[in-house]
């Protein structure tokens, strides 16, 4: 992996200047991909390799010369709404056997959403400006709509922000991002010159351990945590919303493999998460008569939330489940609302 991808500031209506480009944030999972001599290397924006999770893309060595590298996100839809759903591509996105993923093409296809372009054959275009770059990406001919190819490259354009975010929010899109156009390439920096506005709250978090469930289900929600300042994981709360009866054993079949005795948040009251004793039992047994009680794990598993707003007392409101990433490493994930 050459590069490591460029991020977006969390911003306002209000941070965005005028005549800034604004496109869709799409709900799905980052990628790099590079044009080598053998065909095309994916890399999620973590440096993990993801070749072999989306073999439909591969076509796309066939239209890009040797050297080039592009930034873009890759995309599961609902087949009913034809909204993008996260939940639908944590089907695609964890699955590492070419065979496996090969099936799963044909049962939970993708689209990439080409939206940058580092470099081109042996020329790197970093330090050239977006306008530049948007336009020798638009001129690779991957098309902007339409068409049988998983790749397009949607548009980018100045608009009327209010009207782009009342559109994504409208068509289950997780907001829009505003970018400099005058701006470089700056990789593994979160860079003012790209600023995020997301219609719904929605970020990263660290799972520090689990509950058992109130009707004596081995696992009924999570424990939360995000990286402070000084790298401490702060506890944001609780989520058992959204987790199906399948994520959920799912869920616990791994965590009994990373239990242990110390729960790795500073601040945590597990009297406020929910438990009646203020503790947690890793040797209970669960489902049996008694309180309900909390484990800790290794906090090594990040996972999505969605939730409506936080509380005064930095606790997640209304946080719904959807779902792992393994795009993202636990030490990079901090508050960002």
Excluded at 32 to 41: F, P, S
Excluded at 113 to 129: K, R, S
Excluded at 213 to 223: E, N, Q, R, T
Excluded at 245 to 270: G, I, K, N
Aim: hydrophobic share 40%; proline share 7%.
């Amino acid at each position: 992996m050459r590069y490591a991808p460029m991020l977006a500031s969390h911003a306002t209506v209000a941070d965005v200047p005028g005549r800034w480009l604004l496109e869709y944030k799409w709900d799905g999972m980052r990628l790099l991909l590079e044009r080598h001599d053998h065909g095309l290397v994916l890399f999620s924006r973590n440096g993990v390799d993801a070749t072999e999770r989306f073999p439909e893309l591969h076509g796309l060595a066939d239209r890009v010369p040797v050297g080039t590298v592009l930034d873009g996100e890759v995309v599961a839809f609902d087949e009913a709404t034809g909204q993008p759903s996260f939940a639908r591509l944590q089907r695609r996105m964890h699955v590492s056997n070419a065979d496996t993923a090969r099936r799963a093409a044909t049962e939970v296809p993708v689209g990439l959403m080409v939206f940058d372009l580092l470099a081109l054959g042996d020329q790197d275009l970093l330090n050239q400006p977006l306008t530049t770059r948007r336009e020798r990406l638009t001129a690779l001919g991957l098309g902007s709509s339409g068409g049988s190819d998983p790749w397009r490259v949607p548009p980018s354009a100045p608009g009327n922000l209010a009207d782009l975010l009342a559109t994504a929010s409208n068509h289950g899109i997780e907001g829009v991002v505003a970018k400099d156009p005058a701006g470089t390439y700056q990789p593994g920096e979160r860079s003012p010159s790209w600023r995020k506005i997301k219609v719904r709250q929605r970020q990263a978090f660290v799972v520090a351990g689990w509950l058992e469930g109130s009707d004596g289900a081995p696992l009924g929600s999570l424990l939360l945590g995000y990286h402070d300042a000084e790298g401490s994981l702060r506890w944001a709360g609780t989520v058992g919303s959204g987790l199906s009866t399948e994520t959920a054993a799912a869920l616990h079949a791994t965590f009994v493999q990373m239990e242990q005795p110390e729960l790795a948040l500073v601040d945590c009251s597990l009297d406020e998460a929910g438990t009646r004793e203020g503790r947690w039992a890793p040797s209970r047994t669960p489902g049996s008569d008694g309180p309900r009680v909390a484990h800790a794990v290794a906090p090594t598993l990040v996972v999505e939330v969605e939730f409506a707003e936080w509380t005064p007392q930095g606790r997640l409101r209304h946080p719904v489940f959807k779902g792992a990433r393994m795009d993202k490493a636990p030490a990079e994930v901090t508050r960002t609302t």
